[in-house]
């Protein structure tokens, strides 16, 4: 039997890793859930039949790997409140928490715990997700390996080795799935513009970005390729492109990026 895992929060990325989890044959009996919420922590019983709990040192009971999937702005009491309990058992922690370091879970957890930070996104919620990982040196090969089969459950992943880099993750991937939906509300209210009912340009919208993800995923073709296929010269596709290029698009993208990544890393010195 795989060894039981905690989780310290059963919101929505806990609820579409834990789903990963059980799809992948794990025991529901080995997951522990604390969430002080009773509705919520009633619909994990009842949707996955796992143990739940109102208090996070009750869940942790009997695990090695507690899997933090708070908000940040709560991470350090939940942490505090474990850190007798976490020297004692030295966890494997594992943290899902945007603009939280690894050496501040460590410290708030009292010190000399095994920590890796990931970056999930909110497409997990469907299995198709993105989740960056980091490890500090003190990680085993074994513990790297059951992080990644966790955050698996959610979509591929990717490791980084500088934990630096993880502020450039949450700018890329983590709000990355706003840039999306952004993009996508804009499309659907040009087509409104352009003259289409508004439920026609929303699903033409929606139906284009998901197909085209769907190329990029699937072809196996690189992305600047797949724009050239589709751009015809001097046609309908050009003209758009022109437009967007001359707009600035391009580094209008970089310096959205760069602010997120800026913003990640004030929000983890802010929680020093």
Not at 27 to 42: F, G, K, S, W
Not at 43 to 53: G, N, Q, T, Y
Not at 134 to 139: D, E, H, S, V
Not at 239 to 263: D, K, S, T
Request: proline fraction near 5%.
């Amino acid at each position: 039997m795989a060894h039981p895992i905690a989780f310290i929060g059963g919101g929505n990325m806990a609820r579409s890793l834990i789903g990963g989890l059980l799809a992948q044959g794990r025991d529901p009996a080995t997951i522990h859930v604390a969430e002080p919420v009773p509705p919520l922590r009633e619909a994990l019983r009842s949707d996955f039949d796992v143990s739940v709990f109102e208090q996070a040192g009750q869940a942790i009971q009997g695990t090695a790997t507690w899997v933090f999937a708070v908000k940040p702005q709560v991470m350090r009491p939940v942490c505090e409140s474990l850190a007798d309990a976490a020297r004692a058992a030295r966890p494997l922690a594992i943290s899902i928490a945007a603009g939280i370091t690894t050496t501040q879970l460590d410290k708030w957890l009292g010190g000399g715990c095994r920590v890796i930070r990931t970056m999930p996104n909110t497409p997990a919620l469907l299995g198709a997700g993105i989740t960056g990982l980091y490890a500090a040196g003190t990680i085993h090969a074994d513990e790297r390996a059951l992080a990644e089969s966790l955050l698996a459950a959610a979509g591929k992943t990717v490791w980084v080795a500088d934990e630096a880099q993880m502020d450039a993750v949450t700018a890329l991937s983590g709000s990355g799935p706003a840039y999306l939906f952004l993009l996508a509300e804009a499309m659907t209210n040009a087509g409104i513009r352009e003259g289409l009912p508004a439920n026609d340009a929303y699903t033409l919208a929606l139906q284009t970005l998901l197909g085209a993800a769907r190329m990029l995923t699937e072809s196996g073709v690189e992305a600047a390729e797949l724009r050239r296929r589709v751009t015809s010269p001097n046609g309908t596709t050009q003209a758009a492109i022109e437009a967007f290029e001359a707009g600035g698009f391009r580094e209008l993208v970089n310096v959205a990026i760069h602010a997120a990544r800026v913003r990640g890393a004030e929000l983890s010195a802010a929680n020093d």
